[in-house]
């Protein structure tokens, strides 16, 4: 499991002599810009209530989620320097669909932003947390285009019971590598250097109870406001697509998951 977005190699070929730190340098940069430009270029394409709703598609899928308040909205208007790509409800437990953003050039994208309902607010009710836990596990447990998943956690509070739990839909698909994970401690800013690294340090130790030796897990501390971890997340979401594998023409759907299946306890935001 890493934690930040590995350098780019310091040798080539057989040599043994280092790049020049200048050109390193100059190359991180280069690739960080690259990456911010194709974050840029992310665009609405279509919000749906239920997951049948949601076009099938062979590209690489990247899924935002996170509890309510843990600043997901924030974080994909920052990623995209855009200011209101991505909407926050004034009112908690009312964004109830998923959003759908397209990346690439316009007229041939290359992949695509999911931004899934928020969970944890207690006030909404009943039925709209059944219905929401049964999407958001369903969309996570079978969409066949996911590739990753951003976890949004604030971190003053670190993983809480209900962030495990919603790893738990996905765990199995990280484990086997189909999936890859990246948790962005937000809010980071608000944290001094010791209690930074004590968040992290403690995130990195429960997930590492997920990794194996296919899985790509990673942590980084982020700050929207402070544009902290900003670069470093647009490249790590730029290397998920330009090596996600090439999917087999779109079929049959998957079968649903049963009706009568375990419910967990998430709330929609």
Known sequence: MTSKTPTPQENHGDSDAPVDASLRVDTEAAREKQALAWTHTSRFLTTAAQLVHLPPNELPEIAFV??????????INTLAQQ??????????????????????????????????????YAAVNKAAKVRWQKVMADYLKIRRSLSGVVLMVDSRLGL???????????ASRISTGEIRLLVLLTKSDKL???EANASLAECQEYLGGLCTEDSDVSVTLFSALKKQGVGDVAMILQEWVASAPVLPPIGDLPPMPDEDADESELSPD
Do not use: W
Not at 66 to 75: F, M, P
Not at 161 to 168: A, S, V
């Open 160 to 170: 809480t019971d209900l962030d495990k739990q919603l790893l738990e839909f996905v």
């Open 192 to 194: 001094n250097r010791k």
């Open 66 to 75: 996170g509890r309510s308040n843990a600043g997901k909205s924030t974080a």
């Open 83 to 120: 200011k209101r790509l991505a909407f926050a409800s004034k009112t908690p437990g009312r964004t109830q669909h998923i959003n759908l953003f397209a990346l690439g050039p316009k007229d041939a994208p290359n992949a695509y932003f999911a931004d899934l309902p928020g969970y944890g």
